[in-house]
């Protein structure tokens, strides 16, 4: 039976220093489309969907998953994430289930996975 579920068109994370995480995003590629480091809610367009982020007052971070965002080049984007001075999990890799990719968390401990189709 169908479910009628085609696809998501946006994620939101929560996060606790929106200045913060809006210059994360933006040292990996990332350009706002809505809010920005003041606001209490950014939007940027990532292909036809959005990844999202609200401002909480959660202490001690509000990390909750991954995030799994293809890309075109898993090397380069991992070049980008060390040279703006982000620590990625591990070099990236080729996995057994078809992708290359590594993990690399956001500063409120969401889990980023960049990744390419193998």
Known sequence: MASGVSSIDAVTLAVVDMARSVAFYESLGFTPSYGGPDATFTSFAV?????NLILTDA?????????????????????????????????????????RYF??????????????PL
């Open 103 to 116: 993990h690399l968390d956001d500063p409120d401990g969401h889990q980023l996975s960049f990744a390419r």
């Open 47 to 51: 292909g036809g969907q959005h990844l």
């Open 59 to 99: 202490s001690g971070g509000a990390g909750w998953g991954r995030v799994i965002i293809h890309v075109d080049d898993v090397d380069a984007m991992h070049s980008r994430g060390v040279a703006a001075g982000h620590t990625p999990e591990a070099p990236p890799r080729d996995a057994e289930w078809g992708e």
